[in-house]
C-alpha cells in the first residue's frame, strides 16, 4: 500500500514537468515492485534516496522565497542595518579616541587653552544639550502677551508670565530626570549678608520637583550657613581666595566657573545657571526657563534703545561694542544655558578680561560688558524677561505680572569695603 501511494504521488509531481520530479519518477520506476527479499536489502538505499530528495525539492522551495524577499527589500533591509552598525562603531571608535585625546590632553603640560576648550566641544557633543523632542509651539505661545515682545529678532522666546505652557515642560523634563546646578559667589561680607536669604528662597522656588546641586563658591567655608534643603536639593561648597579688589572678584569668576565647568560640573548636571547672590527668589522659577543658552534682560535696559545701552565703547577693549551694533542689554546677574555654552561663554569673557589687563583696560562694567559682546556674537537661545531678575527700585510696572527674583538692597559701602 505505502509503495503504491508513493508511486502515486511520483505521478503526480511528474505532471509539473520539473525536471527534479522525472528524475525521482524515473529512480521509483526503475525498479518493478521488489520482492521481499531484494525489499529489505534495498530498504535503506530508498530511504537514502528520498532523503536526497526531499532536501533537493526543500532548497528549491527555499531558493524561490528568498528570491521573492529579496525582491521586496530584504537585501536592502540588511544593507542598512549593516550601514547602521557600521556607522555606529565608527561614532564608537570616535568618542573613545575623543575621550582618550581629552585624557592625554589634560595631562599635557603642552596643550594650549584653545585646545582644551576644543576639545571639551568634541567631548560635549553627544551630551549635555537640550532635548528636542519638545517643540516651541507646543509650550510658547508668543501672542499670549501682545503688550511686550515675545520673539527676539532671531526668533528665539522672551519668557514672560502668561506665554508658557508649564505642564508640558514639567511632564518632558520629568521623564528625562535632568539635573539642574546652580552656582554663586559669596565673598566677603556678602556671604554673612547675603547667601543665607538666597538659599532659602533657591530651595522654595528654584527649579522645584527637579534635582539641583547648589555651588557656593566662598573665602570662609565656616561662615556658610546651615539650611535644611529638600530631598532633591545637594550643596556642594567650594574653597576659593579672595580677590583684593570687587572688580576682580566679579572678572574672576568666569574663569573659576570655567574651570569647575571643565573639571567636575559638566559630568553632574544637564543645564546650569550662575547667578549673584544679592537677589531673593519670590515665586516659581522653572523649567520654562531652561535652554542650550539663556540670558537675562537688565531690568532698567528692556526698554531702551541701543544707543542709550551702557556697552563698552572704548575700541581698544576687547568687549567694545559700536553704536550701532547689539539687540538688547543683558544682566551678567543671571546667565545659563548646558555646561558647554556656559564653559564657552564664561572662557571667551575670561580671554577678553585678560588681553584687556595686558593693555591697562578694564571694561566699564567689567565682566558683563564682556558677556553683552558674547551674546552679540553668540545670540542665546531664550531671553528671560524682566520678571526674572526685578529691580524694585524701579518702581512697579504693568508689564511685569510675577516677579521671579528680585535685587535686594545694594549695601555696596558696606559689602565692599574692607
Known amino acids: ?107 599635557s603640560p603642552h596643550t594650549t587653552p584653545g585646545e582644551r576648550y576644543a576639545l571639551l566641544d568634541y567631548r560635549n557633543e553627544y551630551g549635555n544639550q537640550e532635548p528636542k523632542n519638545v517643540s516651541l509651539p507646543q509650550w510658547f505661545n508668543p501672542r499670549a502677551r501682545m503688550d511686550v515682545d515675545t520673539l527676539t529678532p532671531w526668533s528665539a522666546p522672551i519668557i514672560w508670565d502668561g506665554t508658557v505652557e508649564r505642564s508640558i515642560l514639567e511632564d518632558h523634563y520629568k521623564r528625562k530626570n535632568v539635573t539642574v546646578g546652580l552656582t554663586v559667589f559669596a565673598i566677603g561680607k556678602y556671604l554673612d549678608k547675603y547667601l543665607k536669604n538666597f538659599l532659602t528662597s533657591a530651595n522654595i522656588y528654584f527649579m522645584p520637583g527637579h534635582n539641583v546641586i547648589f555651588y557656593i563658591m566662598v573665602d570662609n567655608i565656616s561662615g556658610v550657613p546651615s539650611i535644611e534643603l529638600d530631598p532633591l536639593r545637594r550643596l556642594k561648597v567650594i574653597p576659593v581666595e579672595k580677590e583684593s579688589r570687587w572688580q576682580d572678584i566679579s572678572m574672576m569668576r568666569m574663569k573659576t566657573i570655567g574651570d569647575l565647568i571643565e573639571s567636575r560640573i559638566r ?109 552679540l556674537r553668540n545670540r542665546p537661545s531664550k531671553v528671560l524677561s524682566p520678571e526674572y531678575c526685578w529691580d524694585y527700585n524701579i518702581g512697579l510696572s504693568y508689564e511685569v505680572k510675577n516677579i521671579k527674583l528680585s535685587w535686594l538692597p545694594k549695601a555696596y559701602e558696606e559689602v565692599r569695603n574692607k
Not at 268 to 274: A, R
Open 1 to 107: 500500500m505505502r509503495w503504491n501511494r508513493l508511486l502515486s504521488l511520483q505521478s503526480c509531481l511528474v505532471q509539473q514537468n520539473t525536471k527534479l520530479c522525472r528524475l525521482t519518477h524515473f529512480l521509483f520506476c526503475c525498479s518493478e515492485k521488489p520482492s521481499p527479499a531484494t525489499r529489505t536489502m534495498n530498504s535503506k538505499k530508498r530511504a537514502v534516496l528520498f532523503c536526497i530528495v526531499f532536501l533537493g525539492l526543500f532548497s528549491v522551495v527555499a531558493v524561490v522565497y528568498l528570491d521573492l524577499d529579496c525582491r521586496d527589500g530584504t537585501e536592502v533591509w540588511i544593507y542598512k542595518r549593516k550601514l547602521q552598525i557600521a556607522e555606529l562603531k565608527n561614532e564608537i571608535d570616535r568618542w573613545l579616541t575623543i575621550r582618550m585625546s581629552g585624557s592625554t590632553a589634560s595631562k
Open 267 to 375: 559630568h553632574e548636571v544637564d543645564f546650569l545657571f550662575c547667578m549673584d547672590v544679592d537677589q531673593v527668589f519670590e515665586s516659581y522659577y522653572g523649567v520654562e526657563t531652561l535652554d542650550e543658552s539663556v540670558a537675562q534682560l537688565q531690568a532698567w535696559f528692556y526698554k531702551a534703545s541701543r544707543r542709550v545701552f551702557t556697552y563698552e565703547r572704548n575700541p581698544e577693549s576687547a568687549a567694545y561694542i559700536p553704536y550701532e551694533e547689539g539687540d538688547f542689554y543683558y544682566h551678567a546677574a543671571v546667565f545659563g544655558g548646558t555646561p558647554q555654552r556656559i564653559y564657552n561663554l564664561t572662557r571667551e569673557c575670561y580671554e577678553g578680561i585678560r588681553k584687556d589687563k595686558e593693555h591697562n583696560l578694564e571694561a566699564i562694567w567689567h565682566d558683563e560688558s564682556h558677556l553683552n559682546k558674547y551674546y
